[in-house]
């Protein structure tokens, strides 16, 4: 058996080296010969009439080639943009989504028009003198106001603003039956722009000859890009390559595709000239999809002794002008709402609103984290109710190791934990009697000390086909990998995840050089171009690249394994069950000695004198459809000290103690820490994207 | 119209015309083609352009090229020994300083002028002098770290880290 050398180790990433010196490949930086560039001409209102829209004084300006708008795309984008249906809610109003608005802008800076200019300089020149005759209309711009039945509407022609409404569970009555006490919270996310470093950016180049499309695009999952937008363009996806190549962050901004992303294509297609748009940071702030969004109201049953029983709990989602492309995948924070915890039951509703703000699509955690937060701050409430330490409720109710698989409130089971465990150690980690000790002595001399504490579990993983092709619109969210080795013994290997910043270039080279045994150098990964590789790559979101791309990377290498196997039983002339494979070796089991590498194997592979039936090559496609979600949890616990006059707030100390199952490259797990804990803090104590109430942005 | 603008970027003069509203960071892109400098802003906050101007740490979307003339000017391509990486670069290597790479260059070239004219800085000035700098992937810790790592290696403290290969074998 292979002795694990890779698999665990601190290995520094091997795409770095490039990263630090200025090597990277990200869209803006890719050039075309003959480009051309795009500005779009953007609504300044969050609702408006468009009555019309003179190009003629831009059409004249300087370098410009078209001016495009709603009309232009007639015939070249040939439908509205595809929203994931996600559920079938009781009720759901999906508006259409198209690339330009005909007559209606619904969101401040949603894009009107496109300048294509021979310079980028010259588009945004250009772009100022389309002249846009506007009627602006009543906007809503508040979640709550616009659930009210004499709400202006977002849109004119829909009947109200309500773009679902759908219960999970509707009935917690006999728990609360049981209540000895009763507590009520209502509970806001605010909305969040993601952020990513790297605005968007995309380049699409049209080659009539062969009419292929061919697209850069700085995004998570350039095969849905090539499924919608080659779609929308009539493209069969064999001629519609789409690549992501390096990425500066996504946070999950960069899953769906963009009008922008549509219109680009389109204007390639339109000009015949590569078209080049890369987002501007107002931009990126104004119409890049935001975060959460949400309002929660909860409600939780118990007993005096600490026993949680029910728990009802309705989230407002402001979904924005438009449903998010995954927009629906935020109301998983309904299915996460009881934690760690066991309930007799819970009770949960989600309702979908639209407003004249920019659509919410997934971002950090998307509705995990908001589930993390309502039902531990909801618990703080209940502890502080009945007067016992937020720690002893938390105990008192987690579901215990023995308990797993459990089977939660809503039929999802969750595969294992042990959540006392990684509260315990958080709790010792940060000292938590000394500073409840602290806490109270500084309270009597006008020092306040806050001790926040969070366990936390999670739905990763996506995810088992079965579980999720109904909320992608039949495409499960399994992965894909192919491996291939080359007759000299080089590895290439595509994933169908993407990275970008999680250093899938070194992870999955592990992963593979554990496998085959081989050393890393000699692996190559790929991923981000749908030109290469298997038929289908899922993406990166959600906390699966590794669980899911991972599983699929083993396993496609165990395959080729396996095949070279069969082929070193040949040429030893002795039984398949008979060959040992070992650190990248094959011999007859006790003559060590007599060993042939996989290298060996790949070169006759290749060539003649294969066992009967055995076709050439060595290279192997694998699906891995998981057969569950994957649940890590953890407890953190921060301490801050608040000044009573100001409200600042200064982090005294933050411990985090999380269990992600196996690890393949410590360092890099901990930097993925490092990052979500920065943006939790931020959530906390300072980001929010705030509008006036006629939905323009302060 | 356009400006003649004369520079010498990373050693090499070049002679170009430019309109007098292009950004430095545009011309070094666009017209030098030096890609390693990236644009993550159009408020001069991010940082992630930052070069040197004459040894200082700029942004260079604040500068037009014009402004440029006669100035040496110093890229993220500028500072590695041929093969040899930067002792900055390494440490940001060696010390998981980055994961998605945009900020990178623009972070290294501010902790290259920061330890330029502070080679020994303490933990608060290192944060003070990368304020200009933004980073949405890290929180930062493994950058300070980078910066300080890089700081004992130039002032003679620490060798750098050997090209880091597996460092740990963890059982069967």
Known sequence: MAITQMIGAKIHRREDPRLVSGGGRYVDDLKRSNTTYAAFVRSPYAHAKIRMIDPSEAKKAPGVIAVLTAKDMEGVILGPAPVAPAFVAEKKTVPDRPPLPLDEAVYQGQPVAVVIAEEKYQASDA?????????????????????????PKAHTALPDNIAWDLTYNADAEAAFAEAEVTVKERILQQRLAPTPMEPRAVMAEWSPHEGSMTMWISNQGPHFIRLFVGGALGLPESKMRVIAPDVGGGFGSKICPYPEDYVVAAAAKITGRPVRWTESRTESIQVTTHGRGQVFDVEVAGKKDGTLLGMKVTQYLDAGAYVGTFGAFQPCACLLAGGGYKWKQIAARTVGVLTNRVSTDPYRGAGRPEATHLVERIVDVFAREIGMDPVAVRKKNFIQPGDFPYTQNFGLVMDSGNYDGTLDKALQLVGYEQVRRAQEEGRKHGKYIGIGLSTWIEICGFGPSAATAPATGGIGLVESAQVR???????????????????????????VADTLGVPMEQVEIRHGDTAEGTG??????????????????????????????????????????DVVFDQGKFYVKGSPDNAKALGEMAFASYGAGLPEGMEQGLEAVTYFDPPNFVWPFGAHVCVVEVDPDTGAVDMKKYVAVDDCGNVINPMIVEGQLHGGIAQGIAQALFEEVVYADDGSLR | MKHKVSTTINGRRREDEVEARLLLVHYIRDVAGLTGTHVGCDTSQCGACTILVDGKAIKSCTMFAVQAEGRQLTTIEGLADGDKLHPIQQAFWDEHGLQCGYCTPGFIMAAKYLLDTNPTPSEDEIRKGLEGNLCRCTGYVNIIKAVKTASQVMSGGAQPAETPVATTASGS
């Open chain 1, 127 to 151: 772009a100022a003198l389309v002249h846009i005759d506007y009627e602006p209309l009543p906007a809503v711009a508040d979640l709550e106001k616009a659930i009210q039945p004499d709400s």
């Open chain 1, 485 to 511: 080795v080359t007759p000299t013994g080089s590895v290439m290997v595509w994933t169908g995840t993407h990275s970008h910043g999680q250093g899938h270039d070194t992870t999955f080279a592990q992963i």
């Open chain 1, 536 to 577: 289908f790559g899922y993406g990166t979101y959600g906390s699966r690249s590794l669980a899911v791309g991972g599983m699929a990377i083993r396993r496609a290498s165990q395959k080729v394994v396996e095949k070279a196997k069969k082929l070193a039983a040949h040429a030893f002339e002795a039984a398949e069950e």
